[in-house]
């Protein structure tokens, strides 16, 4: 009966369920961070192509090597064999296969594509060292690309080596998380490769990553508690000395010039010893911006402290990594201390900071130190800008060739007097160019081979480098060169603030003795040819007496018996510093050229070997004048008749000069030399 009186029972009435078309999509956490990877890969190439398809200019520093490079390897020269560089025969290969990509083949024509190719490299390192850190996850990679797009980094020509040593970095951390004994050898071979790979890059560069791997691998044995983990050093170390070994072995055999078995090695270690005595720059970035900079990096340090002290071992192994390499490769800021170098020395610490975001969201407390630290890197650092999203939204709207960019110039080839004069000599069309005193895209541009013992020769200022180049100019010279003059101080600026005939005396020497002007007429592009004499020149040195009304330690004051026109002066000069100048970057001496109140010239001179006495000569001749030295005169030259010399500033990481001694003052081939009016010469210096 209840059953008849109850009501009928009701129908479930359908609704439509409306689902996210997103949870369709079963993502694991590796395929989600494969995706960020690949996307922000392709955004990072429409940058890389904007910005190498802008106007660039190849008499640039780093430009002017990567085009030098790129010749060279035409013309069958390799960096370490046949000649030494900064930069390694890695980076020359990358440097040719880009010129090699175009349709012109010529690097002079091509240069932005060099700059995209090593853009595409820094990139394809970023994406390697995400992927390979496997406790790093999509939402850690998108952080680390936004820090990457939105502070600028790893976007410049040099840039690749700061994200192959984040990669090293990472391998270190492989190798200390191993399971097996079998991996972790296979681990600690491709990191030693890796290091291999950074030293053919640049020899500095391969100092650092295996400093950092070294560093790296003894954390985590600590913090993994795996006293197996130091193994990895041994077989990572055998590897760097292993491919060394193959290496000097194959230039031996390769090259009837090669000299030592390991001179690529001991060559390249003076070039950079060089580099740091003669190519010292005060500090640049402003106190606000570095002491935000310090304070952020010891937020990281002391993070990555924590995470080793707190966390799991395969956490604490990975931040200890990658703490390590950032510390490291601050000191790539101590020499050159601008502003690119500063903000290239710590960008890794920023790629660390940008991991430690998603796992300082835990807590508020945590996050707002995170923030506060990120909030303040930002105001502090030099390149923040929307730079990046613009250039994407660029590539969007087609305002960048695709395509059809290349094998189309961007830079055209030079119209230089010294390309036609080269291009006329056909009885010469053989002979190998040199640039001097510095390499330039014009060199390149001559279409014949290019002759350079160190590419970069004002890293050529040893002792030791000085007789490596001298000597390869003579056996060079029986066989034929040409010398391309650019001038020094002029369209070209100094290279650090010295004359090259200052920085490199002994091969000025040489090639005042052995060379000479091919024509007097003024050029406009400022290239002069220079020739073999038919015999060496029969130089002059005429004594300049003085006195010193005015002496200190330090500075003092040179007065000639006799004013003086002479406008090539040889000093022999002794500094000693304050501190440990293979520490701290030596700082040089200022020198003052006057005739009496009038001041004639000013100029820098930095020691070839500190704490030593050492030749060098300077010339208060005004840039543009300067490259009539090599002809028969006369040579207009204002007279003065007193020097003034003093040290120069040094900051906290260099050393100021304690004692200066001025032992020789001599004037080089003083008929050579014509009065000028001290005022015009004034006017064409400033």
């Known amino acids: ?94 440097a040719w296969a880009a010129a090699s990509l175009t349709r012109t083949g010529s690097p002079v024509d091509m240069y932005w594509m060099i ?34 797009f939105s502070l600028n980094l790893f976007f410049g020509i040099p ?9 090293s970095a990472v391998c270190a951390y492989r190798v200390s998380i191993a399971e097996s004994l079998q991996t972790q050898v296979i681990w600690a071979t491709v990191t030693g490769l890796l290091c291999f790979l950074s030293q053919l890059m640049a020899l500095e560069l391969g100092m650092y990553a295996v400093i950092a791997v ?18 990895g050093i041994e077989v990572c170390l055998a590897t760097v000395a292993a491919a060394n070994i193959g290496l000097v072995m194959l230039y031996k055999l390769t090259s009837a010039n090669y000299g030592m078995t390991f001179d690529y090695q001991s060559y390249s270690l003076e070039i950079l010893r060089g580099y740091h005595n003669t ?48 510390i490291v490769w601050i000191k790539t800021s101590v020499v050159s201390s601008d502003v690119q170098h500063i903000t290239a020395a710590f960008t890794p610490m920023i790629v660390v900071l940008g991991l430690f975001a998603t796992r300082e969201w835990t807590s508020i407390h945590s996050r707002v130190v995170w923030a506060g630290a990120l909030g303040a890197l930002l105001f502090a650092w030099p390149a923040f800008n929307a ?84 000597q390869a100019l003579e056996r060079q010279r029986s066989a034929g060169l040409d010398i391309v003059y650019g001038l020094d101080g002029g369209i070209v600026p100094y290279v650090g603030d010295i004359q090259a005939i200052s920085r490199t005396p002994g091969i000025f020497e040489y090639v005042y003795k052995q060379f000479e002007l091919v024509s007097d007429g003024d050029q406009t592009d400022g290239r002069y040819l220079l020739r073999e004499r038919y015999r060496p ?54 020198l003052n ?62 050393s100021r000069a304690a004692r200066i001694r001025m032992s020789g003052l001599q004037c080089v081939d003083p008929q050579l030399f014509a009065d000028a009016s001290a005022q015009s010469q004034m006017a064409i210096a400033q």
């Open 279 to 326: 190519m010292g720059m005060l500090w640049q970035l402003p106190w606000t911006p570095t002491l935000i900079l310090l304070f952020v990096t010891a937020y990281v340090i002391g993070k990555c402290i924590m995470v080793a002290v707190e966390s799991d071992p395969e956490e604490a192994a990975l931040f200890a990594s990658l703490g390590f390499a950032a």
């Open 115 to 148: 700059a995209f190719v090593l853009g595409m490299f820094s990139a394809i390192l970023i994406a390697l060292t995400l992927l390979v850190g496997d406790r790093v996850s999509w939402k850690d990679a998108a952080i680390v690309y936004a820090l990457c």
């Open 387 to 470: 730079r990046a999203a613009m250039d994407i939204v660029q590539v969007f709207r087609g305002e960048i060739p695709g395509n059809g960019a290349v094998g189309q110039a961007r830079v055209p080839a030079s119209e230089s007097s010294v390309v036609r004069m080269t291009a006329e000599a056909t009885d010469r069309s053989g002979l190998p160019v040199l640039g001097f005193p510095h390499n330039s895209h014009i060199e390149a541009g001559v279409r014949r081979p290019l002759f350079a013992p160190v590419l970069e020769s004002y890293a050529a200022s040893t002792n030791a480098m000085e007789r490596y180049y001298i």
């Open 537 to 590: 020149r029969d130089v002059a040195l005429e004594s300049l007496a003085f006195s010193t009304p005015q002496q200190l330690a330090d500075s003092g004051i040179m007065k000639l018996e006799a004013p003086s026109k002479c406008g090539l002066i040889r000093l022999q000069v002794h500094i000693e510093y304050t501190k440990q100048p293979r520490i701290f970057r030596p700082s040089g001496i200022e």
């Open 159 to 167: 840039d690749f080596r700061t994200a192959l040593l984040l990669l």
């Open 593 to 654: 050229f006057s005739d009496g109140n009038q001041l004639i010239w000013r100029g820098v001179v930095r020691p070839l070997e500190p704490n030593q006495t050492f030749v060098t000569y300077v010339s208060p001749l005004p840039p543009e004048a300067f490259y009539k030295v090599f002809g028969q005169g006369p040579v207009q030259s204002a007279t003065w008749d007193k020097i003034e010399y003093r040290p120069l500033q040094a900051d906290f990481l260099g």
């Open 1 to 94: 009966m209840q059953t008849l009186l109850s009501p009928p029972p009701s129908k479930p009435v359908s609704k439509w369920q409306f689902r996210n078309p997103l949870s369709l999509i079963r993502l694991t956490p590796l395929a989600a961070k494969i995706i960020v990877i690949v996307f922000c890969t392709l955004c990072w190439l429409c940058v890389a192509l904007v910005r190498s398809s802008a106007p660039q200019d190849p008499s640039e520093r780093e430009g002017t090597s990567m085009l030098a490079l790129a010749t060279s390897l035409q013309h069958g020269a390799v960096s370490g064999r046949d000649f030494q560089s900064l930069y390694g025969p890695g980076t020359q290969f990358i």
């Open 214 to 231: 070294v560093g790296a691998l003894i954390a985590g044995s600590i913090v993994t508690r795996n006293v197996w983990v130091l193994l």
